[in-house]
């Protein structure tokens, strides 16, 4: 049994004592006699282990009590359709920041289904490397939320801020935020928030599930012609259990919240973490002739650190090299090409350390 | 490490060997230094992983070149609302079997999303104890698809026929089915249906996972006003990777399909063993005088037996006992009260035979 360092963008690498955890109780939770994938959801087992779930995330974000926490499925997609869905009960446009592929996607689920979505700010004209700040927002008259992507995964780019949003006649409206590529890398001011979800693939656990994060004040502003599914009223009253829940993934979801309390300390420790490795790979960047990065430095990702080499004639090389070296899964994403270091949670500083020596190496040899 | 019976509705049982060889890989998939769980699922090793999953399903079941496999999110319970939004799009009225629980909550969806629900066959009348006769059903004359639940999970009713599904103008309509407590079961004519799903966590692995097995000429039928992810048509395209699809119950579910063929031997050979069991179990309750199952001979389901005691201030005794010599999950779904034995194809023929023996000493003592 071997493990390389796992650099990919989502799904993406999960804590190794995370999955040794899940490997032991693989056949037999704890003395059951079977599976946590075999157990009723209904089972006191199963409840356990669903409780404390959402217990430990609430404790690590601290969570306040007038929010409700969700675990459902169909990924950070879904919520583009979920989230207008809920929200739009009362009339009104969702607005948008435009800052790369996730909050276009967003905004092109909006229009299909309900004909509108106003961009109040976009990162377009800088390329998307540089989130628009905070003055340029420009809210619709019938701004019903503002929706923003915290961390753009496959451009690198994240704010450096939280959006205040105030529509142009003094109202205060919920602010939406896609987090999925970068929840529970630090602590996190839920209350600044009306709902925020995210796909587990990258900090959570595996694909599928999507948490959400409701303050309960936005459960009755929901249009009626939705999928039962998609309602975080039905979903908050059900904990959410409408239907069966994707339990296995849930688990391991759990286990991935103890390792960030236990293991790691909470998620100052991880931001921490977090922040060294990310200086590490951009000090690297930065000092290279070779490797280079656009992003603004205020708007640079921690999670997500995609590169380009001045010659793209040696991106194969380096790629088929780095793979060599046990460094997996660096290439960037087909739309835009070049590389991509994901850096998430579970990606140890020596996966960093490892990178960073390669990196410097190749440059020596063919830079 | 014990393995007990587990005769759980859902989640339910797994095959001990699928999940040996799930926990073998879970650090480190074939050697390549990962979890299945942290792959890419545009990698070319879990693209491999997907495509094998399918090929192994279309070989068990004999899925027609013009059926397309989609693998996707929610469970049933996402279907009752995708099925009308698929297949509404020209118009007319779903028409319904109303056999039980989850075919009422099939009719339930539709009306709240599109306002009208026909039901064509109702066992209401019989207290759900028998599926109405083909020449019962009453199309309305906007049917636009007939939806009918092989295998009602609570009520342990199936059908013992395929409908013909004809309007009183002679037009043939898409028949389509909710087999997710009894998909993979037996062999199975899909040429007879439409649209074929099932949520996995019976027959196939992980709860959250659902298959979609659809005739392609049906892929142009939806509503335009349909979430992107509900879409056949769009998920058909990118072979059911519109966004993240959820790669490790995909994986399992391949495992899964993987032992039916290899250790098995194909749905025959799982057919014949499914019989044996169920006969085994039906035998044993119908030559008591302790417990009884009401439904009519021909309705029996293969895969859900449920079974009441004469004298129900037995009920907790039977349950503990049961639990106490390795038994688990045998109490009945908790809106008929009772006890339910689930069947599904990893339920091994000892479980069966253990359970009937404990039955028979249970009521030499205290029936």
């Not at 959400?212 to 039905?234: C, G, K, N, Q």
Request: proline share 4%; with cysteine; charged share 20%.
């Amino acid at each position: 049994m071997t493990r390389h360092f796992n650099f990919c963008a989502g799904p993406a690498a999960l804590p190794t004592v995370v999955l040794e955890r899940a490997q032991q109780e693989m056949l037999d939770y704890q003395g059951h006699g079977l599976s946590v994938m075999e157990m009723s959801h209904r089972s006191s087992e199963y409840v356990a282990i669903a409780e404390k779930a959402e217990a430990d995330l609430r404790s690590l974000l601290a969570v306040p009590d007038n929010y409700r926490i969700l675990f459902t499925q169909g990924g950070a997609t879904q919520q583009f359709a979920a989230v207008p869905y809920n929200l739009l009960g009362n009339g009104g446009t969702g607005n948008y920041f435009e800052t790369g592929i996730w909050g276009k996607k967003a905004i092109k689920e909006a229009r299909h289904l309900f004909g509108a979505a106003h961009v109040a700010a976009s990162s377009v004209d800088s390329g998307n490397t540089e989130i628009p700040r905070e003055e340029a927002i420009q809210l619709s008259e019938d701004a019903a939320f503002l929706h923003i992507t915290t961390n753009e995964t496959i451009g690198g780019l994240a704010f450096d801020y939280t959006p205040c949003a105030v529509r142009p006649d003094g109202v205060e409206i919920p602010l939406v935020a896609d987090m999925s590529s970068d929840i529970l890398s630090g602590p996190l001011d839920v209350s600044r928030y009306g709902v925020i979800y995210a796909g587990a693939q990258k900090n959570i656990g595996p694909a599928g599930l999507v948490l959400v994060i409701v303050r309960d004040d936005l459960l009755d502003r929901a249009r009626s012609d939705m999928p039962t599914l998609f309602s975080y009223r039905e979903l908050a009253e059900a904990g959410s259990m409408i239907n069966t829940p994707a339990t296995y993934s849930w688990y391991l979801a759990g286990l991935v919240f103890e390792w960030l309390r236990q293991d790691i300390g909470g998620l100052e420790a991880m931001a921490a973490i977090n922040a060294r490795k990310a200086a590490k790979l951009y000090a690297t960047i930065d000092a290279s002739k070779l490797f280079s990065n656009p992003v603004a430095e205020r708007n640079r990702s921690r999670m997500n650190v995609p590169f380009v080499l001045a010659d793209d004639r040696l991106d194969a090389d380096f790629l088929r090299e780095a793979d060599e070296a046990g460094l997996l899964n660096l290439k960037g994403h087909r739309s835009v090409g070049g590389m991509r270091a994901s850096l998430y949670n579970a990606v140890p500083e020596e996966a960093v350390d490892a990178l960073v020596t390669f990196m410097n190496d190749f440059e020596q040899r063919r830079g």
